[in-house]
């Protein structure tokens, strides 16, 4: 007696929703994130205008200057949603409590020149609070930009800087012997101390802008690209030669962090300048009334910190922002 074993193959009446085959093909299926971000901005059937903006509709690609024919275009190149986000955060969150339980437990900030652990509490500890401005700054975007691809890449944009924030809470606490008060000081370093007033000012000059695309731009392109490099690069190799290989353990998430976030904020601003000439030209003259101001707001920093190599610090980290705007195809 034989047994015959068959298999039936049975094809999917249809391989997606019929919003995603309109833009990704018939017969095509579509991934997790195409699903989740595509075609989820309301258009329609609105309650009401906003009190505040009459104008404008509570959902209106009118609140900022960049004009797109379709603003799910604004895709987030690392495919992120809920799922594999919380994922990669859970797993750099491990590898970060690792390192601070270790430089905790082998007490290793103990090794630091007193000079550079002042720097530290002076020049980095208030950097807690521009990570709460630039919360504010994506919680604004998630909040009034247009299409559900950029709006949810921003609100997990702004959930990491509370992340960093709370980051350098720790480290400051590590720092000191868990003693609250280097938080207080930080706080009034952060309102009184005329090394942070510039960039202060900047950051809360930011917190009252309406386009959101021109705080994208401010926030995520000129604010970020300055103070990562001054604070996990050019203050962590000056640091390394002090002792100071604790606060580069303790910083390693704000390196990868960065390192992966610009492939958004490129990559959006990418696609807004490629559209038209017209919204590179805008794009061009925000930069242009920015950018003085994120170097003068950065200057003081980098006087504090690095002395007689301010200079050099200063110009090599907006010469790398000007071949990177360069690259996108903006001017240098």
């Not at 249809?14 to 095509?28: M, N, P, S, V, Y």
């Not at 299926?29 to 901005?41: G, I, L, N």
């Not at 959006?268 to 707001?297: G, H, L, Q």
Request: with cysteine.
């Amino acid at each position: 007696m034989s047994v015959e074993i068959k298999t039936a193959i049975i094809e999917p009446v249809r391989l997606t929703f019929d919003h995603l085959e309109a833009r990704i093909g018939k017969g095509k299926a579509a991934t997790r994130y195409q699903e989740a971000v595509h075609d989820m901005q309301s258009t329609q059937n609105f309650h009401y205008r906003p009190t505040w903006e009459p104008e404008l509709e509570l959902f209106d690609k009118r609140r900022t200057a960049i004009v797109l024919e379709d603003f799910d275009q604004l895709l987030d190149p690392r495919q992120y949603y809920y799922a594999p986000y919380t994922l990669q955060r859970a797993h750099q969150q491990e590898l970060a409590d690792g390192n601070f339980d270790m430089v905790e437990k082998r007490a290793m900030f103990a090794t630091l020149a007193p000079a550079w652990a002042d720097k530290i509490r002076r020049l980095i500890v208030p950097l807690r609070h521009a990570e709460w401005g630039a919360n504010t700054a994506n919680c604004f975007m998630s909040a009034y930009a247009y299409g559900a691809p950029f709006n949810s890449a921003a609100l997990m944009q702004a959930m990491d800087r509370l992340g960093i924030a709370q980051y350098l809470t720790r480290l400051a606490l590590v720092l000191d012997d868990h003693n609250p008060q280097i938080l207080d000081r930080g706080k009034e370093l952060w309102l009184n101390d005329p090394v942070w007033q510039p960039l202060r000012h900047v950051i809360e000059d930011g917190m009252v802008l309406k386009d959101w695309f021109e705080v994208h731009v401010l926030q995520n392109l000129l604010l970020d690209g300055a103070i990562f490099p001054y604070a996990y690069r050019h203050f962590d190799q000056a640091i390394g030669s002090q002792g100071g290989v604790a606060y580069t353990l303790v910083t390693e998430f704000m390196r990868d962090w960065y390192a992966e976030s610009v492939r958004w904020t490129e990559s959006t601003i990418k696609v807004a300048i490629d559209a038209s000439a017209a919204n590179r030209a805008v794009v061009e003259s925000w930069v242009k009334a920015w950018e003085p101001r994120v170097r003068a707001a950065l200057t003081p920093l980098a006087e504090a910190a690095f002395a007689e190599a301010a200079a050099t610090v200063v110009e090599s980290i907006f010469t790398d922002q000007a071949a990177r705007r360069v690259k996108l195809g903006l001017a240098g």
